[in-house]
């Protein structure tokens, strides 16, 4: 069983099972007083200051939930892997908001200036997540929906996570080789 731990910013564990109760823990995202945390199959939402699963949205033929964002109006998404799909959690229900085999296996993904910065694993993973076409960053577009390269689109990793510098730079981390990129 999967949980969440309370660390200090010196690294000591404060609670090392804050949250219990999970499968497989993955990306997390705070908006107001709600953690959204997502756990395989289903995007959990904890009550920061009770430090109690208050929902579970289960995320119908999902495979693969991986990394969370929310939006500047509460709008919580999530990807979903190993089948290019992009979850929205809206008023309370979790439907695909996008599905498209451009995304090449959306892993992290980060909510800026109306749009999604998505990482993505690389094209066509095996069983032991190998590509044969490496990922890269891409860019969705809330208006249309419509997803470009970030930068020439060069393949550079398999994409894990993805954190924004504030300053039109980002950093994504390549989970099979262990690097760190600066875009």
Do not use: C
């Not at 009770?50 to 990807?79: C, K, Q, W």
């Not at 069983?127 to 044969?132: A, E, I, R």
Request: hydrophobic residues 35%.
């Amino acid at each position: 069983m999967g949980f969440i731990s309370i660390i200090s910013s010196d690294g000591k564990t404060i609670d090392k099972k804050w949250i219990e109760d999970l499968n497989a823990p993955k990306g997390m995202a705070i908006f107001s007083d709600t953690l959204y945390v997502s756990d395989i199959d289903n995007l959990v939402e904890i009550d920061i200051e009770n430090g109690t699963i208050t929902n579970r949205h289960n995320a119908s033929n999902s495979i693969f939930l991986n990394d969370v964002t929310v939006d500047n109006e509460g709008n919580v998404f999530v990807s979903n892997m190993l089948t290019n799909t992009i979850y929205q959690l809206h008023q309370g229900k979790l439907k695909p908001w996008i599905q498209d085999k451009k995304l090449e296996n959306p892993n992290g993904i980060i909510f800026e200036d109306n749009k999604l910065i998505v990482a993505s694993w690389g094209a066509n993973p095996d069983k032991y997540f190998t590509t044969n076409v490496p990922g890269h960053l891409k860019v969705i577009n809330f208006a249309d929906k419509s997803i470009r390269n970030l930068g020439k689109g060069d393949s550079i990793g398999n994409l894990d996570g993805l954190r924004s510098d504030g300053n039109g730079n980002y950093y994504a981390t390549d989970w099979m080789d262990g690097a760190l990129f600066i875009y």
